[in-house]
């Protein structure tokens, strides 16, 4: 294996994933310190036996770096594409690594130290309510490749149909977008029974009633059912619910019985429940969600715009926009879009505004506008987190002035909802300008990326306004304008930092590093 710092790596992309993995592992304590890998879209999720052990300046020094997170697991941002290509050989290096010494004292000694730590940790920062929207986000994250997927699938699908071009393909593009929707509610029950301590293949058998189209045959509280009714919020309920009678069987039924009488009354109790009640109630539910959606932008769709766009960001911040994902998958399953994810994508681009302006007020930080200029391609495509967590939450006033940027984009597309031309993705996940192959609602293509990309042109001025005008004190301007003094720290710093890589958010005032979070305020 190469060294980490001069990896090997040769022109295909295999290699230089796996340089990245291996520049990963040693700064966050080796393959010993790891608990558990996971990614998202954008983030390699790490779960640390001991927190102290990670490097976190250098880190964030690596090219392929965008930013890191702190959450109940330690996030290593790299990216839309290359998350999911540098995981796996972050997961063979760590296997690799962990065999020689996983029955060592050491080891077990530092194992049980990150436990206490991690408890801690837990103890202090998670409440309930915010553990529980992290176990439906687990449950519907691993959902979005599938929903980007097929929307993209359904966008070029439409653009065909209406161009007229190649009809003997439009049948077969149709059933490809549409079939992965129809079984939807599978999936969430699958993930739902994993994600609740249950067998998930029960989970999915329970939910996948739900899509049976026998159900149309089935009375209950005087109306016939019809297939799918209650959606993916039926299944996850269902799911949940046959997660605590499996539960159940298991204290109570015999060990030799276990295998025929468990899975049994699982399905057998908990599809009853979701056939008689469940699916009606599930149905009313996604029904009330989808009118009320519906209700809220038709009438005050520039004020409910503006609310949405300029709260997104703080909601990020504090876990709450987890809440929201069933309530997208429920209005694309429902009407083949949600009409809120283009709103709520408009924090992006004040994000983005704000980026910019601080680029432009601070001519002398080379380490900020070093960041910026790595993160902002990112950013312009949704990925928000380097932009963020590099540069604007660090100085306080910068992160404000980008939600009035994305209030003011989310206003007028709003606006537009509330005249008539309701803006619609039909997947989540991406925003920015990611987002335009997946566009749809109830005008023309044409008109939907007008009103959309306007909103995001709206989202960037006012968030360079806001920002280049309200975004720092005198204070903050002198501080962070200094131009660092040639010296052997200084000189140091600058020889461990690619010049075109993402560096942690700092400036200097002497030879010292200093939090520009801190000061200035």
């Not at 558990?36 to 090219?63: N, Y």
């Not at 769709?301 to 709260?311: K, Q, T």
Request: aromatic share 8%; proline share 7%; charged share 15%.
């Amino acid at each position: 294996m190469a060294p980490a710092d001069t990896p090997e790596a040769g022109p295909s992309g295999t290699d230089r994933n796996r340089a990245t993995a291996e520049a990963i592992l040693p700064l966050v304590g080796g393959a010993a310190n790891i608990a558990s890998i996971a990614h998202c879209m954008t983030r390699l999720r790490l779960g640390l036996h001991d927190r102290s052990l990670v490097q976190d300046e250098a880190l964030r020094a690596l090219p392929a770096v965008l930013g890191v997170v702190e959450d109940e697991t330690y996030q290593i941002v790299l990216g839309p594409g290359t998350v999911a290509r540098v995981t796996p050989e972050f997961e063979r290096l760590v296997e690799a690594g962990r065999a020689p010494r996983a029955a060592t004292p050491t080891g077990a000694g530092l194992a049980e130290r990150g436990a206490a730590i991690k408890a801690e940790r837990k103890a202090r920062n998670a409440t309930p309510f915010k553990l529980f929207l992290r176990r439906i986000a687990n449950i519907f994250v691993p959902l979005i490749p599938a929903l980007i997927g097929c929307g993209i699938i359904a966008g070029l699908n439409g653009l065909l149909t209406n161009l007229h071009w190649l009809p003997a393909l439009v049948p077969a593009l149709g059933a490809l977008a549409s079939g992965f929707m129809s079984l939807i509610a599978v999936f969430v029950g699958y993930n739902a029974a994993k994600e609740f301590g249950g067998t998930p293949v029960l989970g999915g058998a329970v939910a996948a009633i739900i899509v049976f189209p026998g159900v149309a045959n089935i009375d209950a509280f005087g109306r016939q059912l019809a297939p799918g009714q209650g959606g993916v919020l039926g299944a996850l309920g269902a799911a949940v619910l046959a997660v605590y009678v499996e539960k159940w069987c298991r204290r109570w039924v015999p060990e030799a019985l276990d295998v025929l009488v468990t899975p049994t009354l699982t399905v057998l109790v908990s599809g009853l429940v979701t056939l008689y009640g469940l699916m009606y109630v599930a149905g009313e539910i996604s029904t009330a969600i989808g009118d009320f959606a519906n209700w809220l932008l038709a009438n005050g769709g520039a004020g409910a715009g503006f609310v949405l766009g300029g709260l997104f960001l703080p909601l990020v911040m504090l876990g709450l926009h987890q809440a929201l994902i069933p309530i997208h998958t429920t209005l694309i399953e429902q009407q083949g879009y949600t009409v809120l994810l283009p709103i709520l994508a408009m924090a992006g681009a004040g994000q983005v505004g704000a980026a910019a302006a601080v680029y432009v007020r601070l001519p002398r930080n080379g380490s900020i506008r070093r960041t910026i200029r790595s993160a902002l391609p990112a950013g312009f495509l949704g990925v928000g987190e380097p932009l963020i967590y590099g540069v604007s939450l660090p100085l306080g006033r910068p992160f404000i002035t980008a939600c009035v940027g994305g209030a003011f984009g989310g206003g007028f597309v709003g606006l537009f909802n509330q005249l008539g031309a309701a803006v619609g993705s039909t997947a989540i996940g991406p925003s920015g300008w990611a987002l335009f192959p997946l566009l749809d609602g109830d005008k023309g293509l044409g008109e939907l990326v007008v009103v959309y990309g306007g909103g995001l042109l709206v989202g960037y001025a006012v968030g360079f306004v806001a920002t280049y005008y309200f975004g720092f004190t005198k204070t903050m301007l002198t501080e962070l304008n200094v131009r660092p003094e040639p010296g052997p720290a200084a000189t140091a710093a600058a020889s461990a930092v690619p010049e075109g890589g993402p560096v942690d958010v700092r400036t200097r005032t002497d030879d010292t590093l200093e939090p520009v979070a801190e000061r200035g305020r």
